[in-house]
């Protein structure tokens, strides 16, 4: 028992904290849209990810599938890429988190922006998170929706990921269960709903949807402007944490630096004629 103590301890000590810093931007947004879903959907209807969109020699965006396999062919692009950029300044989608030493582990836990953080570390330049804190992210959600809304689109966000193919009952209720007191204890949703009676009801009573939300698709959750109000919501959300984004690099680019960025492709295929009319403003 002692020597497994001790191999613990070690064990966290040989992690590495990978949580990045928020960045706080001042840059106002130019009086451009941002692609519709529609829009984005006919952007990519003959193209594959991934999305790279450069502009000059101050931005790469790298518009990336999610992968958590060292071995991907996106992983090798993106450390080729970012080695012939040489930037100055690094931002990814997420904000890190706790992983063991090494870029195989690295992506491991925290996929491509895992890749991302460990080369910005390794190059020795700063790396930002390009997303909004929680509290601007849930303080603009609350003003449209309910703290029972929302606590069900923040659970039901990871829950239709890490579910995977799993559908027996027991299981899917445990998952749920588990981040929902995860999710609905944050700072503005705690208390909100916290079992799934109580969820099961604000299902029924606010989203009118007759589907069992345990077996949804995962295009249930995928945003769209004129949806579902489970879509509604995560246009919203993901429109919030575009717009900070976009602001983000709109900085760093203004202040000189040679930013590499990474995010989700469909964040880059949306975010990218408000970018394109910021840049050509400079």
Known sequence: MRLLLIYLV???AG???SKIPHYSPYSELPDVAFRTSAQHDSVMADKEWPYIWE???NLLYFGSWHTNDADDPQISQITELFTAFDPTVAVTENAGGRHLPGVRRAIHSLGEFGQVIHLGREAGIPVYSLEPTWDDEIELILQRYSRQEATIFYTLRVYLQERGEERDPDRMNKLALHLLEKRGSR???DGALTTLDQFDTAWRT?????RDWRTLPNEAIWRRENGTLLQRIAEDVNLARDRHAVRVIMDLVRDGERVFAIAGGSHVVIQEPVLQAALMIE
């Open 187 to 189: 700072p503005g949703l």
């Open 206 to 210: 606010s989203f009118g949807d007759e």
């Open 15 to 17: 992690c590495s904290n």
């Open 10 to 12: 070690l064990l966290l």
């Open 55 to 57: 502009a000059g020699d």
